[in-house]
Each structure stands twice: as C-alpha cells, then as structure tokens.
C-alpha cells in the first residue's frame, strides 16, 4: 500500500518536473533564439568587377567649326534673305550681288593687288634665296668639317708614321755609333799599346844608334891602326857590321811601330768622322712620308679657311622673315588670292554669289540688302551644327581624372547624345563658375566635349548636362558604395572575422554611384558588413546574405512572424527531442545572449 502511495506522489511531481522542464527549454530557445535575431547582419562577399568613374558637369553647346564669309567683289547686294540664328543648309543661295559698276571699281584695286603681290613675292623669294644660300652653308660646313676632322686624322697618321720612322733611324743610328765607338775604343787600346811600343823601339833605335857610332868610332881607330894591330881591325869591322846591323833592324821595327801607330790613329780619325756632332739631328725620316705630310698639311690649312668661311655665311644674317612679318604677310596674301583674279573671275564670282559651304546656324551678319560692299569686307558668320562641341568648367576636385579620349553622354534639350573629351585646356581660370558632381571651384579647368552624333535638333549656346567617363578599372576587387564608410582616421568597412565584428582600415581607387575600387586592406572572399545596425567593434554577430534578406523582405511581416514561430516550435521539439545539449552549446547560447543584451542595451 505504501509503495501504491509513493507512485501516486511521485508520478505527479514527474509531471510537474517534465512540464516545468519543458517550459524552462521553452524559454531558453525564445531567448537564444531573441540573442541569434539580435546578433543577425546582412553581409556581402568581396567580389572582383569593373568600376567606372562618371564626371559630371555643365557646359555650353559651341560649334567645332566657323566660317567667317568675306565678299570676293566690289558691288551691291541684291539679296541677303537670312537673319542671325536662321539654319542653313549647304548649297543654299545666301547672297547675290549687283555687278554693273564691278568693272569700274576694280581697276584701281587690281592695281594694288598686283603691287602687293609682287612685293610679297620678292620679299618671299629674296628670303627664300637666303635661307637656301645660309641653308647650303650650313650644309657645305658640315662637309667641310668632316672634311677637316678626316684631313686632321690623317696629318696626325703622317706625323705618327713619320715619328716612327725617324725613330726607327734613330735608334739605328744610335746602335751604329755605338758599334763605331767601340771600334774606336778598341783601336785607341790597341793605339796605346802601339804608342808603348813605338817608344819601346825609338829607345832602342836610339841605343842603337848610339851602339853604332860607338862601333864606328872603334872600327876607324882600328883602321887606323891596322898596319900595327890587324886583328883588332877585323873584331871592329865585325863589331861594326853588327852595330850597323842591329841599328837597321832597330830603324826598321822603329819606323813600323810608328807607322803601326799612325795607321790605328788614322783609323780611329776616320771613325771618330762617321759620327755625328753632339745635338746635331741627323735623322730626317722617310722624305716620301715628309712630302705627304707637307701636302696634308697644307690641305688642311685651306680646308679650314673654306670651313671659317662658310661658318660665317651660315651663321650671319639669313635675311629670313620674322614672325611677325610672315603672319602679315600670309594675311595679305589671302586677300591676294581674292584681290588677284582677273575682273572676269570677279565677275563669274560675282553671279555666283555666296553659297552655305555646310549645314550650320548664321551667328553674325554685316550686310543689308542694297548696301555696297568691298572685295574682302565681311559679311556673314556660318557656324556649323555638323561639327559640334560642349564647352565644360572642371573643378580642381576633377579635371586630373579627365582625359583626352575620354567618352562622355550629353543631354541638352530632351536628348541624349554620344560624345567624347577632345582638348583639356592646359590654364586653370579663375572665378570660374562650374558645377560638378564634386565641387564648384574658384579656379577651373576648361574642356571641349565633341558631340559624336549630332543633328539638326541641336542648338548652339544652350546649355547641356555632361557625364565624363573618367577613370576606369577593370577586373579589380568592388565594394558597394553603402558598405564604404569614412571616419576621423581615414576609409574603413566593418568585416567579419570569425563571427566577431572588426574594423578594417582599406584604401580606395576608382569611384563610382554604385561601386568603389578596393586598392588594400581587403581581400577577395571577405565578408563585408553593410550595416552593422547598433553593434561596435568586437560584438559577436551572424552574417546573413544581403540578397537572402532582400528576398525575405519582400514577404508580409505577419508572414514572416508566423514562420518564425514555427521555426521556434521545431526547435523547442528538437531540444525536447534531443533531451540536454552539450555544455558548450549552452556556454555558447549564454555567451549570445549575453551579447545580445549589450547590443539592446546600446
């Protein structure tokens, strides 16, 4: 029985412990569920694309082209049915003259015509014949310069060739006289020993001498006294025919050891004469080579007198006209070409009248029907509507993104038109007034847009809306503009980073409506927050895709409440289902919640 008691109490406090379960998961879910929508931003990918910077501005409609008419003949104007702002078309009748007094009144101005023509034309030719003669000038002073620097060449390869050749005998000269020197040093060793032995045999020739009229002192005493001493007769004779002997060998070997000596002497004279006198130059070269130099040498000289010469021509004066002089000159000359026709041409002229040389709008006229003209007076201005600019002001913010080249969209008068940038004016101008889409600056840049497709529906001097396609960039890393943000440090856009919302520092390039250029800071694949709501830097956040969100926005709100409800009910049976979830889910969901009440309380 007691066991039947304890069932029935503890099988409702079972109940009670399962219902309160279910409704603390219950409350649980809605609050993690609260913390997740909190924690929910829209984000995009960074994504590569093209961008292209768009100018926009203001301009005035100019024409590309005007004509200024003059009248080709001295007459009245019969007809001049146009007035300023009246559209023409080429090959339209303009103007007819009256030409009764035509003949009459260009007599005198043929005749000045003609004047003028001849003095311009000798003015022309005596330039002309000028600057030809300077121009050749300058031509033959080139030749003769390169003329001059192969002569000078050449002298310097005469002077080279001669010097070695000089050298070269030189130094022969010099291993001759070194050879003859030391033939005369050996024959003066030699003469020496010669002289020795002369005097060697002068002392002995003498002795002998001596010996000799010693012997024939004895030999004539002896001779004396040979009846008495016979024998001391013939010792004499004997000892004399030895004295007298030995003194003509001694004579002999005396005279030879002097002519020996004369002879070296002799030799070492006629040496000594072969050399050259101490600083005397001998050496004089290759008399071939000697001549050619001399005749290079005047070349050369005669060269550089003709060169100096046409120097001078080339750099005097041309007698060329000055700028000034040309410039009034051609201007005389255009109304030559018209003063200097035959009165026959002038008349035909005349008849023909002025036609429209192309479809364009009368800007000026000077005439009056039944007014007299003069050949050259001006009559009219055509401007043309085929030929058709815009004339824009560019900031200072602007105009360095503005190219030649560049294509452009022009809206005037309800119509749209192709165009492209035709000249960037290269003064900036100041006061002047502008509208851009960056500024309106005080000192601008004036361009000349030219209308690619003009028609006749065009009016010139009205103003018109431009938009330049300025800079362009293809294939590079894109960002909408909305998730680009500027703040007191420079470019930034939020990125989420493991699920923690982060501020990244990037740079940016070509800008346009819609898009901009990321140069750094990001990489291709990042997920970029848009709008990061009331979150700060480091808040826990779940990216949703921002065309996901755009589609669920386009449902009813009760709809999507109504979903979301299911939504929470599945979960609520899936936690029940799945009894308790891990520790980290619920230090996760606790971490979310917690999170999710910072950003609320923000």
Not at 14 to 29: D, E, F, H, R, W
Not at 293 to 311: F, R, T, V
Not at 446 to 468: C, Q, S, Y
Not at 548 to 556: C, F, I, L, P, Y
């Amino acid at each position: 029985m007691k066991k039947k008691k304890i069932i029935k109490i503890v099988i409702p406090i079972t109940v009670v412990v399962l219902i309160a379960g279910a409704a603390a998961l219950n409350k649980a879910a809605s609050a993690g569920r609260q913390i997740a929508e909190a924690m929910q931003v829209e984000g995009i990918k960074a994504e590569t694309g093209d961008v292209t910077e768009v100018v926009e501005t203001n301009g005035t409609v100019i024409s590309g082209e005007q004509k200024v008419i003059f009248s080709p003949v001295n007459a009245s104007v019969e007809s001049a049915d146009f007035q300023v702002g009246d559209l023409v078309n080429a090959g339209d009748l303009l103007v007819t003259f009256g030409l009764k007094d035509l003949e009459e009144q260009n007599q005198k101005a043929e005749l000045t015509v003609k004047a003028g023509e001849l003095g311009y034309q000798d003015s022309v030719s005596q330039a002309n014949r000028a600057a030809s003669r300077q121009a050749d000038a300058r031509n033959k002073a080139a030749q003769l310069q390169a003329q001059v620097n192969a002569k000078e060449q050449e002298v310097a390869n005469l002077s080279n060739a001669l010097a070695g050749t000089i050298s070269a005998q030189e130094a022969s000269r010099q291993q001759e006289e070194n050879h003859v020197n030391g033939q005369i040093a050996d024959l003066q060793e030699q003469l020496e020993t010669a002289k020795e032995q002369e005097a060697s045999a002068k002392a002995s020739y003498e002795k002998a001498v001596s010996s000799q009229q010693s012997a024939q002192v004895n030999f004539d005493a002896a001779a004396a006294a040979a009846s008495s001493e016979p024998e001391k007769l013939d010792d004499a004779r004997e000892k004399l025919n030895k004295a007298n002997k030995e003194l003509a060998d001694a004579k002999n070997n005396y005279e030879a050891k002097q002519q020996e000596a004369a002879s070296l002497e002799q030799q070492i004279g006629t040496l000594q004469g072969t050399l050259s006198a101490p600083g005397t130059d001998i050496a004089a070269g290759d008399p071939n080579l000697q001549q050619q130099l001399q005749n290079a040498q005047g070349e050369l000289a005669e060269l550089k007198a003709n060169l100096e010469s046409q120097k001078a021509m080339a750099e005097g004066d041309s007698g060329a006209l000055s700028s000034a002089a040309r410039e009034q000159m051609l201007t005389n000359n255009n109304l030559a070409e018209l003063e200097s026709k035959s009165l026959e041409e002038l008349i035909a002229e005349g008849r023909k009248g002025i036609s429209a040389d192309f479809d364009g709008v009368i800007s000026d006229k000077q005439i009056m029907e039944g007014a007299m003209v003069t050949q050259g007076m001006q009559l009219f201005t055509l401007q043309s509507i085929e030929d058709v600019n815009v004339e824009v002001t560019l900031s200072k913010n602007v105009y360095a993104k503005v190219k030649e080249g560049q294509k452009a969209e022009i809206t005037l008068a309800g119509q749209t038109y192709q165009g492209t940038v035709k000249r960037i004016s290269r003064i900036a101008i100041d006061g002047a007034a502008g509208t851009n889409q960056a500024a309106v600056a005080s000192a601008a840049i004036m361009a000349t847009i030219h209308i690619d497709n003009p028609d006749e529906d065009i009016f010139l001097g009205v103003d018109a809306k431009v938009k330049i396609q300025a800079a362009e960039a293809k294939n590079v890393l894109i960002l909408p503009t909305e998730a680009v943000n500027i703040g007191k440090d420079g470019t930034f856009c939020w990125v989420d980073e493991d699920g923690v919302l982060t501020k990244r520092s990037i740079t940016t390039g070509v800008t346009s409506d819609e898009y901009a250029e990321i140069t750094q800071g990001l990489d291709e694949g990042e997920t970029v927050i848009t709008d990061p709501g009331s979150h700060e830097e480091g808040d826990s956040i779940t990216v949703t895709e921002a065309e996901d969100d755009a589609a669920a926005g386009t449902e009813d709100e009760p709809g999507t409440d109504a979903g979301a409800a299911g939504t929470d009910s599945e979960q609520e049976e899936g936690n029940g289902a799945a009894g308790t979830d891990s520790e980290q889910e619920e230090s996760a969901g606790a971490a979310a919640e917690t999170s999710g009440a910072d950003v609320t309380a923000e």
